[in-house]
């Protein structure tokens, strides 16, 4: 995998050279399917295209939480309509530090679909900017299409029956609030999967919304022999599972359904406080 941070003076170099990534807008809000592509289309790294998280990075709402992994040839449709290859290096990046969509579209790109050469512009949009970065607004020619077709890699996920084998240590990404139990703003029961820990992504990132240095999170990182991430819907426990990337520690598999998946069914315990 390749190094997977990139940062806005390098992404110019990068857009300047013989082979220049494809950019991946993934900026998205939760509760507003519509907002990221506005956000797009008002101000957009020049060349890039939007990849949306709730219709493109997630499939249909349901018995698999609020964004369960989309079909494989769903997916697969969707890399190729932006004209994505493994010979062509990727970017992506939203307004939150990695936080929401654009982890979610490193890690189905990178660690799910395999992509050699998948990067998360570190600090998005704004450190761009703060660099003196161009934007654009509007609409653009969509790239050419391919025909690359990846190999899954479904062991880089798992499903609700391994949360709770011996050895395994869960590290749940959402805030210390909702894991504990005292406000739940999006899900109808409040709470944890009983034996986790919590690890916000917002502690992954410095003041300035860049990740914090490899040895430092290396330092923070819940260890264990088997790692598995997950949040309220399976989006920002890739972010999680990114910042063990950036760490250079083994990365922890993902439970995409999440809490909203677990909750589903009654039988499943509950846990609250600390």
């Known amino acids: 995998m390749s190094r997977p941070l990139m940062t806005a ?20 809000r939760l509760g507003d399917s519509d907002a990221g592509h506005t956000l797009w289309w008002e101000a957009h790294l020049p060349g890039s295209v939007h990849l949306d998280l709730d219709r493109e990075l997630a499939g249909p709402p349901g018995r698999g939480g609020r964004h369960p992994l989309p079909a494989r040839e769903a997916f697969t449709a969707t890399l190729q309509r932006l004209g994505i290859t493994p010979e062509l290096p990727v970017v992506v990046y939203d307004d939150m530090g990695g936080q929401l969509a654009a982890a979610r579209a490193w890690w189905m790109l990178a660690c ?11 600090g998005g949009i704004k450190a761009w ?10 609409d653009r020619a969509a790239p050419p299409t391919s025909d690359w077709r990846p190999t899954y890699r479904d062991d880089r996920w ?14 749940d990404a ?7 139990g005292e406000v739940e ?10 034996g986790a820990v ?53 990365l922890p ?22």
Not at 174 to 179: A, T, V, Y
Not at 258 to 269: G, H, L, V, Y
Request: glycine share 12%; net charge negative.
């Open 185 to 194: 703003p999006i899900d109808p029961v409040a709470g944890h999967i009983p």
């Open 112 to 122: 799910w679909a395999g992509h050699p050469d998948v990067r998360l512009l570190d």
């Open 9 to 28: 003076p390098e992404l110019a170099e990068a857009l300047d050279g013989h082979r220049p990534p494809r950019l991946l807008d993934c900026r998205a």
């Open 198 to 250: 919590c690890r916000p992504s917002a502690d992954n990132l410095t003041s300035w919304g860049r990740f914090k240095p490899p040895g430092q999170l290396a330092g923070e990182l819940p260890e264990a022999g088997e790692v598995i991430a997950y949040c309220g819907s399976g989006v920002t426990a890739c972010h999680t599972i990114l910042a063990y990337a950036v760490a250079g520690r083994p």
């Open 253 to 274: 598999r993902l439970y995409p359904g999440s809490w909203s998946e677990w909750i589903r069914d009654p039988a499943r315990p509950v846990a609250t406080g600390d």
């Open 158 to 171: 798992c499903e609700a029956t391994r949360l709770q084998a011996e050895g395994v240590l869960l590290v």
């Open 174 to 180: 959402r805030s210390r609030e909702r894991f504990r």
């Open 129 to 138: 900017m703060g660099a003196g970065g161009e934007v654009v607004e509007g």
